[in-house]
């Protein structure tokens, strides 16, 4: 090795910099309430559940659909119309050989639990515009969505249960395809119900 170079790498790094500032400009914490203001804006009554989420994909739609139901009975947790914002990082049990990513299970999970319902509408989406291997950034379902397979003489349980979600998404043209955004502040659930 070129004993310049040996120097420069045997150089104690430095522990402070004075002449550097450090600003965050993007965040999954900003994401969140960029989303909350322009839900307001639409006209909904809005609630930042979290930007720390982080459990099993499906577990996590199981619980925002019934934070839905909850909103359709009582107008609780936020009164109708609402937006109730969240993000983070779930995770995935692999299971099966199938297809998809953790937003696109979330989303499909929910679509399962809100089968028939009205006036709901859910997105999880990751905010770098990809879900695990496939060219979809997520799902955005509601209670048709399930009714679609059905409709198609598919088991709409066969795609959960085998992590093929984004083959589920696909047929009920439920994906989020958006393409590469450049950045990846985490994921970012959008629940709206009327």
């Given at each position: 090795?070129n004993?310049k170079?040996k ?8 522990k ?5 500032q ?7 914490r ?9 839900a307001k804006k ?6 930042l559940?979290?930007t720390?989420?982080?459990c099993e994909?499906k577990?996590a739609?199981?619980?925002f659909?019934n934070?839905a139901?909850e ?5 609780n947790p936020?009164k ?7 993000g983070g990082?779930?995770v995935v049990?692999?299971?099966?050989n199938?297809?998809?990513g953790?937003?696109?299970?979330l989303?499909?999970s929910?679509a399962?639990e ?12 990751g905010?770098d ?5 496939t060219?979809a950034?997520?799902?955005i379902v509601?209670g048709?969505t399930?009714t679609v397979l059905?409709?198609?003489n598919?088991?709409?349980h066969?795609?959960l249960?085998?992590?093929?979600t984004?083959n589920?998404?696909e047929?009920?043209?439920a994906?989020?395809k958006l393409?590469?955004t450049g950045?990846n502040v985490?994921d ?7």
């Open positions: 090795m004993e170079i120097k420069v790498l045997e150089k104690e790094t430095p402070e910099i004075s002449n550097v450090h600003i965050i400009i993007g965040s999954v900003v994401a969140c309430h960029s989303a909350v203001e322009k639409m006209g909904y009554n809005t609630l559940l979290t720390s989420l982080n994909a577990e739609g199981k619980f659909a934070i139901k909103v359709l009975k009582s107008n936020v109708k119309p609402c937006a109730i914002i969240a990082e779930t049990s692999v299971k099966g199938g297809l998809g953790r937003n696109q299970e989303s499909y929910f399962l809100i089968e028939g319902l009205n006036n709901v509408v859910f997105a999880s989406v905010t515009g990809t879900d695990g291997p060219d950034a997520g799902g509601n048709n399930i059905r409709g198609k598919l088991d709409p066969i795609f249960e085998n992590n093929d984004y589920g998404l047929e009920a043209k994906l989020l393409g590469p950045t985490n970012i659930m959008i629940l709206l119900v009327k």
